[in-house]
């Protein structure tokens, strides 16, 4: 998993640009993200995953992010 820092903010219009800080690495007492955090997921090999989210992410409009 990374994190990423929001340089610019993105927008409908405009994809906003990020900066990754360095790789994280979940553990047992990790707690999740924020909202507006940004991050992305890295899987190699066989995935085994359970996503909870908050909210019904299906109507949650997603932006564009560029790496800086």
């Not at 929001?6 to 979940?26: H, N």
């Not at 553990?27 to 507006?36: D, E, K, L, M, R």
């Not at 992305?40 to 995953?49: I, Q, Y």
Request: hydrophobic share 30%.
């Amino acid at each position: 998993m990374s994190d990423w820092t929001v340089i610019e903010p993105a927008s409908e219009t405009k994809a906003g640009k990020v900066r990754m800080p360095g790789p994280i690495r979940s553990s047992p007492a990790w707690q999740g993200h924020n909202v507006g955090d940004v991050h992305s997921p890295r899987r190699e090999g066989a995935t085994r995953l359970i996503r909870i989210e908050g909210t019904n992410m299906d109507k949650v409009k997603r932006l564009s992010f560029e790496k800086v």
